[in-house]
């Protein structure tokens, strides 16, 4: 795959990318890619919809509840008075 | 030049948009979260109702087209604000369609389109650049509107976004401080390419924001540069616009369709639902229905529709000049006391009737309106307004130079009234002094 895209891909997901590590990931998504060729050979589908097996006009009420406790969420998380950690911003 | 706006509102749901979180002030960071806002791998959103019966009546509100069928995509978004990578929003099926909206009734502004998203959560910067995320925003249902660039100045943009959150307030119910839930992403451009500033928070600082894009733009087109497609932040303590990151584009968003959320059939609801009218369209009605002032519409419904509504009543039980003259007058005056009491507004309506079959006289009415109106007493009215009078005849007894003043300058009437507020240190409304001054005045005619 061109190494362009590999670029612009890397960019959008914000990985900062080696010189090796694009090379190899040139190939791999090649290989990647290649795999979902055989859906070219699959039937046009009908109609409109997001899955297969059709998901449709399911909401609920705006009824405010918690179930879980959130102490419990934050647990296994890196927090620091309450907020979680996140990465370091340029 | 060309400005487009995208103005994100959050609304006013009880819950949040895909999970059952409460969307309510927290006491402290990520207290109203679960796995789903959290995005926690093996979550499952569940679109809430209401989102959607407030996104179709912005929909109608801004005479968009719906579709019966609408469905949610998801929008790649590597920040740590939104944790699951990426935002659920609506790509290719959004809620309404094209759409047109007129700022003051008069100029036609496109909408090219009204979605529904999540908002994420808030990102807050510490001293080592390392940064600290807050997921109780995360989920807090949005409707993201979109104009097409047919916005001609910074200032014709402040007007239009005061005038669609006036309108958006009315119809949905939003909060009093609905304008700093209120975001928007302004798009300009003064030659070929366009710069995005995201994220600008309230009217002045729209306008703030636009109007040094458009000098810095035009600066570098005019010493022969070239403006780079990017997106913008605003500061706004500096009042300055600052390059962030080269513009996206929509195929680095690689959107997908949401299959957890599946598809929606609206129809039905779309058919029932009926938005009340906006201030703005209820203000041309007046002005064409009762052939009314634009100006004395607009500062009826600009003070409440409420006022308008018992005009439209009185205008219709006795005529439309008794009509404005109370509703102007006494009624507004007294507006901010009535709403605090929980009491219908028939009664007013009576009095004022009761005047003009000529079973009151004009002070009578004014003195019981006021005294249902305050909820005080006739006889305490009465005498406040007995001792306003002796105050304003004082000072014009003082200054006769005002009355004659004022038969050709209606300001020389400013003069008695910021005597008399100073005098009585506020213990009189100012529409008040205003009423007694004009009619003392004109008595000495
Ligand atoms: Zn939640």
């Not at chain 2, 009826?300 to 404005?324: G, H, P």
């Not at chain 2, 507006?335 to 003009?356: G, N």
């Amino acid at each position: 795959m061109d190494r362009d895209i590999i670029e612009r891909v890397a960019r959008a997901a914000h990985l900062a990318l080696t010189e090796e590590e694009l090379t190899r990931y040139s190939k791999d998504l090649d290989d990647i890619l290649d795999y979902f060729k055989v859906l070219d050979e699959a039937p046009d589908c009908e109609g409109i919809g997001v899955n297969p097996i059709e998901v449709a006009d399911i909401l609920r009420e705006d009824e405010p509840h918690m179930d879980i406790d959130t102490d419990r969420l934050l647990r296994d998380m890196k927090t620091y008075e309450g907020y979680v950690r996140g990465p370091r911003l340029s | 030049m060309k400005i487009g706006l995208e103005v994100h509102v959050q609304l006013p749901t009880e819950s949040k948009m895909f999970c059952s979180c409460p969307t309510t002030d927290a006491e402290a960071p990520n207290t109203h979260v679960c796995p789903t806002c959290l995005g926690m791998p093996g979550s499952r959103p569940v679109l809430n109702k209401q989102a959607v019966i407030y996104g179709i009546m912005l929909a109608k509100m801004l005479n968009c087209s719906i579709d019966d069928t609408t469905w949610f995509s998801r929008k790649t978004y590597f920040y740590p604000d939104m944790s699951k990578s990426v935002q659920i929003t609506q790509y290719d099926h959004p809620i309404g369609g094209a759409g047109m909206y007129y700022l003051n009734g008069k100029t036609p502004i496109r909408i090219t389109r009204i979605h529904l998203e999540e908002d994420p959560g808030k990102t807050k910067r510490v001293g080592d650049l390392s940064s600290l995320v807050d997921y109780n925003r995360s989920g807090i249902p949005l409707a993201e509107i979109v104009t097409e660039p047919d916005l001609k100045t910074p200032a014709q943009a402040r007007e239009f976004l005061g005038q669609l959150i006036a309108d958006i307030r009315h119809v949905i119910d939003l909060p009093g401080d609905g304008e700093r839930s209120i975001r928007c992403d302004c798009n300009l451009s003064v030659g070929v390419e366009r710069c995005e500033v995201k994220n600008v928070t309230g009217l002045k600082n729209v306008e703030r924001a636009l109007t040094f894009e458009m000098i810095r733009q035009t600066k570098i087109l005019k010493s022969g540069g070239k403006i780079v497609r990017e997106t913008r932040r605003f500061d706004e303590e500096r009042g300055v616009t600052i390059s962030v990151r080269k513009k996206e584009l929509e195929s680095d968003y690689g959107y997908i369709d949401e299959p957890d959320l599946g598809i929606f059939h609206i129809k039905n609801m779309v058919d029932s639902i009926h938005i009340k009218e906006s201030p703005l369209n209820m203000t041309l009605r007046l002005v064409k229905q009762y052939g009314i002032d634009e100006n004395t519409a607009r500062q009826l419904v600009s003070t409440s529709t409420k006022i308008a509504e018992i005009f439209e009543e009185l205008a219709k039980t006795t005529d439309v000049q008794t009509a404005i003259s109370w509703t102007t007058g006494m009624i507004s005056a007294n507006w901010k006391a009535f709403e605090m009491r929980d009491e219908s507004h028939e009664h007013i309506i009576e009095l004022v009737k009761t005047f003009k079959d000529g079973n009151m006289t004009d002070t009578e009415c004014n003195l019981e309106l006021k005294s249902f109106m305050t909820g005080t007493s006739v006889e305490s009215v009465k005498n406040a307004s007995a001792d306003l009078e002796v105050i304003i005849n004082k000072f014009l007894d003082g200054n006769p130079e005002i009355v004659e003043d004022s038969r050709k300058n209606d300001k020389a009437a400013n003069r008695v009234i910021g005597h008399v507020m100073k005098e009585t240190g506020g213990s009189y409304s100012s529409a008040d002094i205003v009423a007694a001054t004009k009619k003392l005045i004109s008595a000495r005619f």
